[in-house]
């Protein structure tokens, strides 16, 4: 199969939709205009489609084009003995405080309350906390015990892990499958939707969202979407830190740098759903500040309602970021607007305060959205203007979460049978390249000047900034190597192991003693440094080792009991992201392998005896 055979294309023509069912306990509308107003376009577009083969996908330069080839290996040398030098334990850390922010009557003009009200349990008029965790698994019980009454309908309440604190993590699953199990949805031929809600706890508003959303999938007007989609709703994975009022978790770590190390057991919960539901499509929601720094440093408030970004790290497939692009980015822009709320791509701005350099979200694979895209599935970042403004403005949020989502879920159902094309084609071209193509194995944004609109802290007006941008939208190569044929690790590996067999990499044990020919990593410099994202230090991430090494080509002699991780497998480029170890992101950096001598790539193909683990 080569790249022009995919995907198709859609046509759809728009027919009227069947009259919306009531759902009264949830939205009251506001005003004289029809009730439906945020959901009927979507529905629209959801009218009968034909699927109909189209000319290749062109790329931005109307050719497709393939990667460039391979590195030079590198000269043989001796191989020393690898020192690293022990580091302190991890300082405790104070979570941060939740601040209201704030801000004149004028400024508040200019965010109006949307024509529709939403009434989850945290959203009640009077009350002064969003819906509780207790809450959330109520709700999330009764909408499942609803939906399961529907014929052909099939709902159920996940537990997916633990919190620190003992909280059970949950994913409501809707389907129209014969089952609400993992072989049940793989077996649906439909794409499976994961919408995730609060990682950081002080971001309330996709919770509430997604709470929403959950109801009108069941017995609303987004119910027709589940004719083509399967969705999993997790709509809060750090009950912890939303209890708190904190963005980190408890153990005062940001579970959303911690989608690559797994570190947490919120984000194994997440790491664990992924890999037995194999989502095609994960949304991310969450908020952003609006006041605090951004007033600090440019004496301006945040304006729009929205901030939006796809995975954007090194070796994302060309055609999800298509997909991501053109079937998912632009339909969003478009129905917010649709609502009257503005959209940007996602920025911030780190916490120096002297740094006036605005940042797209970062190009480290370790956050959801760029975890979501290594496992080749399309990832969307959703961001409302919240973090320290209470519960200001929190109805507008919410429908800018439901717009954004329900377009998302809409345009998967619009693209159903194409998206279900495009995975297995990112999969099966991703796993093709081990052993001669280039990876990236580190890439920086681009520095660029832009222009973004912030307002007035006094008058509210449009203020226009020209900045200094950080654009994650091209990436610089920073250091590249020929994809190995896999990577070689030592019995002792356990913990490397375990995390990517939790990610669902397949990792094989080598059943008999072998000798492979690989490029080993000699350590050239080391030092003791503190995992960076966009913001600044990630919240007590600890320290990492920053190594720097050259490749040694020698033979790597396995014992029996040690590891073979192939690179012809759909998750290549997390492997990649993992296991090169000169990385702040890696599982040598953050010391989940205890050495560099505990791994090595393998450069040809090994005739090995294996066996699967368990
Ligand atoms: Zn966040």
């Known amino acids: 199969m080569t790249k022009t055979d995919l995907p198709l294309r859609m046509t759809c023509s728009i027919s009227p939709p069947e009259p919306p069912r009531p759902s009264p306990f949830f939205l009251r509308h506001r005003g004289n205009g029809p009730r439906a107003i945020v959901l009927l376009p979507l529905l629209l577009a959801l009218a009968a489609c034909t699927s109909v083969p189209l000319p290749p996908w062109p790329s931005p330069t109307g050719t497709v084009t ?73 709700w999330l019980r009764e909408l499942s015990t609803a939906a399961s009454r529907s014929p052909g309908l099939k709902a159920a309440v996940l537990p997916i892990g633990q919190s620190q604190r003992g909280e059970t993590l949950e994913a409501l699953v809707l389907t129209r499958a014969a089952g609400t199990d993992a072989a049940a949805i793989a077996a649906s031929a439909r794409p499976t939707v994961l919408l995730v809600g609060q990682q950081h706890g002080d971001e309330p508003a996709g919770t509430e969202a997604l709470l929403v959303v959950a109801r009108e999938l069941t017995q609303g007007l987004l119910r027709p979407v589940l004719d083509r989609v399967n969705v999993i709703i997790v709509p809060r994975a750090n009950p912890d830190g939303s209890e708190a009022g904190q963005r980190v978790t408890t153990g005062g770590l940001d579970m959303n740098r911690d989608h690559l190390l797994l570190n947490t057991p919120e984000a194994q919960a997440l790491a664990r759903l992924a890999r037995d539901y194999h989502p095609t499509v994960v949304v991310d929601a969450h908020e952003y500040t609006v006041v605090g720094r951004f007033l600090q440093k440019f004496g301006t408030v945040q304006k729009y309602d929205a901030l939006l970004q796809y995975a954007t790290t090194a070796n994302i497939p060309e055609f999800l970021t298509k997909a991501s692009e053109e079937w998912y980015r632009r339909p969003l822009v478009a129905a917010l607007k649709g609502q009257g709320l503005s959209t940007e791509w996602y920025y911030t701005t780190s916490t120096d305060l002297a740094d006036k350099t605005i940042s797209m979200g970062g190009t480290q694979p370790d956050t959801g959205r760029n975890v979501s895209g290594l496992k080749n599935a399309v990832s969307l970042l959703i961001e409302t203007r919240g973090v320290g403004i209470g519960r200001l403005h929190i109805q507008r949020r919410v429908h800018t979460h439901v717009t954004a989502i329900s377009s998302v879920l809409a345009s998967t159902a619009q693209r159903a049978s194409e998206l279900g094309q495009l995975q297995p084609y990112v999969e099966k071209e991703m796993s093709a390249l081990a052993c001669k193509e280039e990876a990236v194995v580190e890439a920086a944004p681009t520095l660029t000047q832009q222009e973004i609109v912030m307002l007035d802290p006094v008058t509210g007006a449009d203020k226009t900034l020209k900045v200094e941008w950080k654009s994650a939208l091209t990436l610089r190569k920073i250091k590249t190597r020929v994809r190995p044929c896999g990577y070689w690790l030592s019995a002792g590996s356990r913990t490397a192991v375990e995390r990517l067999r939790l990610h669902g990499v397949q990792v094989l044990r080598v059943a008999e003693p072998a000798s492979m020919l690989g490029d080993l990593y000699r350590e050239t410099a080391s030092s003791a440094g503190v995992r960076q994202d966009v913001r600044g230090s990630i919240a007590d991430a600890g320290q990492i080792v920053r190594a720097e090494v050259a490749l040694v080509r020698g033979v790597i002699d396995a014992p ?55």
Request: glycine share 4%.
């Open 560 to 614: 029996s009991g040690s590891y073979y991780v192939p690179m012809n497998q759909p998750l290549a480029n997390l492997v990649i992201a993992a296991l090169e170890p000169d990385t702040q992101s890696s599982y040598f950096a953050n010391r989940l392998l205890d050495g560099l001598s505990s791994t090595a790539r393998v450069m040809s193909e090994p005739t090995l005896r294996t066996e699967e683990l368990p």
């Open 66 to 138: 393939a990667p460039p080839r391979v590195v030079a290996a590198p000269a043989p040398a001796p191989i020393p003995g690898v020192v690293v030098q022990p580091v302190p334990d991890r300082p405790a850390m104070a979570p941060s405080p939740a601040s209201a922010a704030p801000y004149s009557a004028a400024v508040a003009a200019r965010f109006p309350a949307p024509s529709v009200i939403y009434n989850t349990p945290g959203l009640q008029e009077g009350r002064g906390s969003f819906t509780s965790n207790a809450e959330i698994q109520t």
